[in-house]
């Protein structure tokens, strides 16, 4: 079955960077389009960045975030700098069901992870 298993969360300083993980099993990894979305506290799921044959950004994450690939891995990676205290949120993975999205269906996995936890604050 469809597993996405995330890591590297954590506390960090305003200013500061993180990088998270994403390991995929269960599918054929180079075959689908993949995300990372958020959720803060008391807040909707917000779409933070996508991956197919290239990588779209949510506006306020573009120039700090970046995602990549790596389908001989299966693997899925969110780097991320100059972290702001709004940045705190649960940071799930996700799969969505073809090879790519349109901005109607961003939001529109058919799996997603646990999540990982990344809190900043000073």
């Known amino acids: 079955q469809v597993q996405l298993v995330e890591s590297g969360g954590g506390s960090v300083h305003p200013g500061g960077s993180l990088t998270l993980s994403c390991a995929a099993s269960?599918?054929?990894?180079?075959?689908?389009?993949m995300a990372w979305a958020r959720q803060a506290p008391g807040k909707g799921l917000e779409w933070v960045a996508g991956i197919g044959l290239s990588a779209n950004y949510a506006r306020s994450m573009e120039g700090r975030f970046a995602i990549f690939r790596d389908n001989a891995r299966n693997a899925l990676t969110l780097e991320m700098h100059n972290l702001q205290p709004e940045d705190t949120a649960v940071y799930y993975c996700a799969k969505y069901p073809g090879s790519s999205w349109t901005t109607n269906t961003k939001l529109s996995f058919d799996y997603r992870g646990q999540g990982t936890q990344v809190t900043v604050s000073s």
């Open positions: 269960g599918f054929t990894f180079s075959n689908y389009a």
